[in-house]
């Protein structure tokens, strides 16, 4: 039944138990500022977290499964990232935190409370985006806006949300008319327009041109200044890298690692990357290393590691890259070694470590690959 | 190797506002349901296709089945004569008696004009016949050798049976046949007993079917589709209000419809609507209706995912209502047997009231028969519809 008065997050709940059993604690997020912050947004620590979920699992037509025993903690003023490519079931995830899909089992707290009986307010609490959302075509842009607010108890006015996303001159436009960043704008403007304190993002910037995602960057982090959460999904790695304070890369419907962009690139071994392709001199070894075959090449995988201050290596093609923590000390050791083995270099390059290398260590494939 | 120092500035420690960080307005009970009626009325009106389709269409149709059917001052009557002996006599026999019935005509007393023009024409046996079938003319008539005549005419053709019963009549009276009795006629065309009479009412009660099935039926599916619905309860919304607003824009509408096409009528065909009562309560039934055919729209679409497989629904449910309830023609046509069945479809009873109300100025409390049958109908699709309805 629809409660009318409003209740402040901490005003029920004792703590429900939700205790970090999870493998990755080592990264787990609690800071003394975290604490501060929570402590100073009128959350305290007997709450639930924003959102907490344990052992989700979601399995369509008693046949695919598309989450597998999931479990997320996100603390207030995080923006916290999904991140997997497609299929790996972030939008499973995300509609049953938004409580729109019923979980096939586990358990989603939102502020402690549940979807089931506490509907109606957590909707006055949280804004959505959806992935694709396509609002009618032949209302204004202040109009849609004004239709969202008028759903939440006690909306932002119009004008503001319109000015905070820079979509004041659009305002007597159709939605039909704008662009994709603008239409995107706009779904993002109906989310915070109830004035939420979690903002569930999925995919927010897919698609958009690169002024558009960094205008919706600032939006999200704008809101989060004001000690809003964000749950968002994304398969870009800078988004993710950028944007979040802490992120779960979720493969087959799995968390396969969860903590700070920083953290998971530190795991990785390196914060540098070496990437080099080498030639045979024919000249110096004659026909010796015509039949080599690609096992033989692997082998020499364990040459490359043992160079000075490299962590990890793998071959992409022709290309072998190297994670390294100082490349001062790999390169010039990585270059007499070719010298010595008589081939020649083709290409060489450094660059910073990425997320996209953590996925690629975690699971062999690239993000953007199906 | 992850640390507690890994603190992100992101967070914005120093930056702290409670939230919410802005003057809030409250919102009323009912602020999501007006906001959500409104929206749908300003969409439709932005939508040139569906002002077409709502307001004007019915309004063609009834002007152009107007005009096509409208009672003509008397109906001429063509036969062809079989090439004969006797042919030109039976001509110049039906052209006295048609030129005697003209002659009526002119008499100040119209209506007094029994007889009806005949025009007749000689053709050869087999093209007269061939004529005939295939509907050229009413009747051919041959006259054989021993001065009696034969017609040919077909049963199922009822200008056919009649053609041949005047014909016969008036070679009968010109051949010198007197009659047995006096008689007088009076004709009937009064507004109220004619084709476009019949016609209004049912084009109201199918229009109300058309843009309840459609206004709801659809509009729900393009929504769900385009995953509004989904957006719309991940907001606090009462989704209870978004069937009532969708339920009642259609309210809205019915009285521009039904202004539009009563009022038409009464310009254009001169036709009677008896009394501001019957006004009233041709408003009444036409909410009934409206809210009726939204109740059985929404239930068509309460699970389609697709407005390919809704448009197929709609169609279904309403392809029968079509045929029987008696819009365009009576359905008085159809085996008696069948009539229980007609009058319990919704648009049956939504016809036959809008057509008692306004003709005969019937009033509503005699007819809760109908009115039951359309509340059953639209109660049941709604009960029906919100226990499948399907959101996402």
């Known amino acids: ?370 | 190797m992850a640390t507690t120092e890994t603190n992100p500035p992101k967070l914005h420690a120093d930056n702290q506002q409670p939230l919410p960080t802005h003057p809030a307005r409250r919102n009323g009970r009912w602020s999501g349901y007006r906001h959500l009626l409104w929206v749908r009325i300003i969409e439709l009106r932005r939508e040139p296709e569906v002002v077409f389709w709502v307001f004007i269409f019915p309004l063609l149709l009834a002007a152009g089945l107007g005009i096509a059917f409208r009672n003509k001052p008397a109906d001429i009557t063509s036969v062809v004569v079989i090439e004969g002996a006797g042919a030109q006599k039976t001509l110049a026999m039906l052209q006295t008696a048609s030129e005697k019935a003209s002659f009526d005509k002119s008499a100040p007393d119209k209506s007094s004009s029994a007889h009806s023009t005949i025009r007749a024409t000689v053709l050869d046996r087999d093209s007269a016949l061939k004529a005939f079938h295939f509907g050229k003319f009413d009747l051919a008539i041959e006259s054989n050798p021993d001065g009696s005549y034969t017609y040919y005419y077909d049963p199922a053709r009822p200008e056919s049976v009649l053609s041949r019963v005047e014909i016969d009549a008036t070679l009968q009276s010109v051949a010198g046949r007197k009659d047995a009795i006096q008689t007088s006629s009076q004709s009937s065309s009064e507004p109220g007993s004619r084709y476009i009479d019949f016609l209004i009412p049912g084009l109201l009660g199918m229009n109300l079917m058309n843009s309840g099935m459609w206004g709801v039926g659809f509009a729900l599916v393009e929504m769900r589709q385009r995953k509004l619905l989904k957006r719309f309860v991940a907001t606090p919304m009462r989704r209870s209000d978004f069937l009532l607003a969708l339920t009642s824009s259609r309210l809205v509408l019915m009285v521009i419809e039904v202004g539009l096409l009563l009022g038409f009528g009464v310009l254009v065909f001169h036709m009677r609507v008896q009394g501001w009562r019957s006004v009233l309560s041709v408003l009444l039934l036409a909410s009934l209706g409206a809210v009726t055919f939204g109740g059985v729209g929404l239930l068509t679409a309460c699970r389609a995912q697709k407005i390919e497989s809704v448009s197929g629904l709609i169609n279904l449910v309403m392809m029968p209502m079509w045929i029987f309830s008696g819009v365009f023609f009576s359905y008085q046509k159809f085996p008696a047997i069948a009539h229980p069945f007609i009058k319990a479809l919704p648009l049956t009873a939504l016809n036959d009231a809008l057509r008692a109300t306004i003709l005969e100025g019937a009033s509503l409390s005699s007819q809760s028969g109908r009115l039951l049958v359309l509340a059953i109908w639209g109660g049941v699709s709604f009960i029906l519809a919100l226990r499948w309805f399907r959101w996402t």
């Open chain 1, 1 to 370: 039944m629809a409660r009318r008065k409003r209740q402040r997050p901490d005003a029920n709940v004792g703590t429900s138990a939700l205790k970090q059993s999870h493998t990755n604690g080592g990264a787990r997020f609690t800071t003394p500022s975290a604490a501060r912050n929570r402590r100073e947004l009128g959350y305290n620590l007997r709450v639930g977290s924003p959102i907490q979920c344990t052992n989700l699992r979601k399995t369509y037509d008693g046949k695919v499964e598309a989450v597998r025993g999931l479990s997320l903690q996100i603390e207030a003023g995080q923006c916290f990232g999904l991140l997997g490519p497609n299929g790996a079931g972030k939008t499973t995830t995300i509609e049953i935190l938004e409580g729109l899909l019923a979980p096939t089992s586990g358990e989603v707290r939102i502020f402690g409370h549940t979807w089931k009986e506490n509907e109606r307010q957590l909707r006055e609490w949280i804004g959505i985006s959806l992935q694709e959302t396509r609002l009618s075509e032949k209302l204004n842009v202040r109009e849609t806006i004004e239709l969202f607010a008028s759903f939440y108890s006690e909306p932002r006015p119009a004008d503001d949300i319109l000015e905070q996303l820079e979509l004041t001159e659009k305002a007597d436009a159709w939605v039909g008319k704008l662009s994709g960043g603008q239409k995107q704008r706009l779904a993002v403007a109906t989310a915070l327009v109830g004035n939420p304190r979690i903002l569930f993002l999925d995919e927010p910037t897919t698609g958009l041109d690169p002024q558009s995602r960094r205008q919706l960057w600032e939006i999200i982090r704008a809101f989060q200044k004001k000690g809003g959460t964000v749950l968002l999904t994304t398969h870009y790695m800078d988004e993710a890298e950028r944007l979040c304070d802490r992120l779960a890369i979720v493969d087959h419907g799995q968390i396969i690692a969860e903590g700070t962009p920083s953290d998971l690139i530190e795991r990785l071994g390196g914060h540098h990357v070496v990437e080099f392709q080498v030639s045979k001199n024919v000249s110096n070894n004659g026909n010796a290393h015509h039949d080599r075959n690609e096992d033989e090449e692997d082998d020499n995988l364990d040459h490359w590691r043992s160079l000075p201050s490299v962590e990890s290596v793998r071959r992409e093609d022709a290309t072998i890259c190297l994670s390294v923590r100082e490349p001062h000390l790999t390169i010039p050791a990585l270059l007499d070694a070719v010298t010595s083995q008589g081939h020649q270099l083709e290409h060489l390059s450094t660059r910073q470590a990425s997320l996209e290398d953590v996925f690629v260590q975690l699971t062999g494939r690239h993000l953007r690959e199906d």
